[in-house]
Structures are given as structure tokens and as C-alpha cells.
């Protein structure tokens, strides 16, 4: 395959990606079908699954023979169905959070500490059967309300009146961004 026919393939993958990542606000938290898309007779979970799938069909297709980007196309497409199928924020898999360590700013880790700090502590030692994905320190949550402080100035600043759900689905498109950019460096 050309280099050209490559970027081109792999940003097609990528565009598919994010249209699925895109329906987190309008399904809910991929809880509800698209109110366009009611009519149909199907669940959200295999509406998801059929969207999924579809794009691995467009990765088999295209990647036919090109072994190296296909794997890397493949992993990405099982770490979205992880999101997706998982129902938690931030619900990415941990090589996410690595590359885009602001999408744990919505782990309710957060809001855990600073709301009910000894139940936090008592989790955070293992004094009790919960496990939290994350268990941030000081520095992290200065950074969390930080970031939060500066997206609702942006948020009224701009009267974007975004929702919880679109602020968080805004992230995790920045974060699927960052994994190509990693990823396809050298194609992109």
C-alpha cells in the first residue's frame, strides 16, 4: 500500500472511531439509542456492537496484507470497545490514562476524596473490599480543579452550556486523538 493510501486509510479508522466515541452524549453513556434511531428494532448494546463491528470490517478490508498497522488498528478498536462496553467514566484502559493522564480528572476517585475523605482513607489503606481505579494525591487534585475551573470559565465564556457528559466526551476524543498521534507517528 501506498503511503499516501495509508494515511488516508488510517485516518478513515480513525474518523469512524471517533464517531462512536462521539455518541457517548447523545446515548447517554451508551445507555439509550440515538433518539433518530428509535425506530429501529434493536438494543443499544447490539447497536453498539454493529457499529464496532463495522469498523473492524473496515480494518480487515483495508488493511488486508499491511500486518504492522492492522495489529495497532485492532488493538485501538479493542480499547474502544473496552470504553464502551465497560459503562464507567473514565472507563479507559490504563494505556489511555498513560497517554492522556487528564481523562482520570473524571474518576470518581476525585470526588470520593474530597467529599467523604474517611471512607476514602479507608479504601485508599484496604481497610475495606472496594478498589478504586485511581487513588490521586494533593498534586492531582489541585490539577483536577484546575482543569475543571478553566473549562467552566471556557464553558461560560463561550455559552457553550456543555453538559457534564459532553465535557467528558470532549476528553475522551482528545484522548483517542493522542493515541493515533502516538501510534501513527511515523504515517501520519
Known sequence: MREEELRTSIKTVYGMLWDVLALYEKTSGY??????????????????????L???????????????????????????????RKYEIPG??????????KILYFDCAFDLKKACPKEYSEIAMGLCDAKLACYPDEKQMTDQEKYFSEIQKKNEDGNLRYSEERIFQNE?????????????????
Open 31 to 52: 445507555n439509550e439509542i440515538p433518539s433518530e434511531e428509535k425506530n429501529k428494532e434493536i438494543d443499544i448494546w447490539d447497536y453498539m456492537g454493529e457499529k464496532l
Open 54 to 84: 463495522d469498523i473492524r470490517k473496515k480494518v480487515d478490508v483495508l488493511f488486508l496484507g499491511e500486518t504492522e498497522v492492522k495489529e495497532k488498528l485492532t488493538q485501538i478498536v479493542d480499547e474502544t470497545e473496552v470504553f464502551v
Open 92 to 101: 479507559v484502559v490504563t494505556r489511555w490514562k498513560k497517554i492522556n493522564p
Open 172 to 188: 475522551l476524543l482528545r484522548t483517542l486523538t493522542l493515541v493515533f498521534e502516538e501510534d501513527f507517528e511515523g504515517w501520519l
